[in-house]
């Protein structure tokens, strides 16, 4: 199993990046997957989650109408769309899939993480 995250990189505030989480070893459509956020000194906050069992989706609240998780599970890729980011998205990001269908904030009912993906907002 291994999920590889990417797309990261240096955006003004106001910008747009997409990330993406290569998944392989597992069939993705059987898995909630979702994207973590981690800066300096603080714990891993989860960002954005996709469940699979009821199509059901979870966001942070501070990420809410700015950034869309979505999944192209015959391409075994997981995306997460990030409009209007602000210098506070600052954060390695990482993909996870969790054990089971359904959606989770607690990093550690994840099982399996991808490498982290540096984003940087900044003017």
């Known amino acids: 199993v291994q999920l590889q995250a990417s797309g990261g990189g240096l955006v003004q505030p106001g910008g747009s990046l997409r990330l993406s989480c290569a998944a392989s070893g597992f069939t993705l459509d059987w898995y909630a997957i979702a994207w973590f956020r981690q800066v300096p000194g603080k714990e891993r906050e989860a960002v954005a989650c996709?469940?699979?069992?009821?199509?059901?989706?979870y966001y942070l609240e501070s990420v809410k109408g700015r950034f869309t998780i979505s999944r192209a599970n015959a391409e075994s890729t997981a995306y997460l769309q990030m409009n209007s980011l602000k210098p506070e998205d600052t954060a390695v990001y990482y993909c996870?899939?969790?054990?089971?269908?359904?959606?989770?904030?607690?990093?550690?009912?994840?099982?399996?993480w991808g490498q982290g993906t540096l984003v940087t907002v900044s003017s």
């Open positions: 996709s469940s699979h069992s009821d199509g059901n989706s």
């Open positions: 996870a899939r969790r054990r089971g269908l359904m959606c989770g904030i607690h990093a550690m009912t994840y099982d399996y």
